[in-house]
């Protein structure tokens, strides 16, 4: 029973051009939304966050995008660069949970020179 | 100045076996987690515990026990393993309320012979 999924597990893209990652979930109670990019053998890092009263937030060349009524939320990274390979985690919170982090199955990045 | 530590990075050992990963984290967060990743990579909460309480206990095998000496530090022991707890464990902190945003340690790679 995936609550959170990415349906995409990889992306290829050029250096300078967007990257779109997809995340769609299913449980309303969701309260927060969070994307990790994490590299081989390191820990997620947390990358950019969204509150579910809220449809955008912006930071630096990251935007995440949530649609509540679709139960979607897009992570758009521009312009993308090589450093930007990684594989990248959308996460939900569920606070009354206790900050339960419920995280889809990641998308592997790669961004060509 | 690592902010969410881990020890050991590497665990290799025998099935039937004993072990424990240590986790300290110096961000003055009252809530810290386990997590696990499996082999198909997706990240699983175990456990958390705020201010030494366990609050999120996921369905695990009883083999496995956290404790928690202070809020700064929550070990994973793990009885009697099994190939199957092979494994990514990763181990965050965050405070309970607020932005809720985990942050992550490096890991530990435990693998089951």
């Not at chain 1, 897009?74 to 995280?103: E, R």
């Not at chain 2, 076996?17 to 997590?35: A, F, P, R, V």
């Not at chain 2, 393993?81 to 965050?94: H, I, M, R």
Request: proline content about 5%; charged content about 20%; aromatic content about 12%.
């Amino acid at each position: 029973d995936q609550q959170v999924k990415q349906n995409s597990p990889s992306l290829s893209v050029q250096e300078g051009r967007i990257s779109i990652l997809n995340c769609d979930y299913t449980n309303s109670m969701f309260d927060y939304f969070l994307w990790y990019k994490k590299y081989p053998a390191e820990g997620p890092t947390f990358l950019i966050s969204i509150s579910s009263i809220k449809d955008k937030n912006e930071d630096g060349r990251f935007t995440v995008f949530l649609n509540k009524s679709a139960k979607h939320l897009s992570l758009h990274i521009v312009p993308s660069q090589p450093g930007d390979s990684a594989v990248y985690f959308c996460a939900a919170n569920f606070k009354a949970a206790g900050n339960k982090l419920t995280f889809g199955g990641g998308t592997r990045v790669l961004v060509k020179p | 100045d690592t902010a969410v530590s881990q020890t050991p990075k590497y665990l290799v050992t025998q099935m039937g076996n004993d072990k424990s990963i240590k986790c300290e984290q110096n961000l003055g967060h009252d809530t810290m987690y386990w997590y696990k990743q499996d082999s198909k990579k997706f990240l699983k909460i175990m456990f958390s515990y705020n201010n030494k309480e366990l609050i999120i206990n996921e369905t695990v095998p009883n083999r496995f026990s956290p404790k928690s000496p202070d809020k700064a530090h929550l070990n994973l022991h793990i009885n009697s393993l099994e190939l199957g707890d092979s494994a990514v464990y990763f181990c965050a902190s965050s405070h309970l309320s607020g932005k809720e945003t985990q942050y992550f340690g490096p890991g530990t790679r435990l693998l089951v012979l």
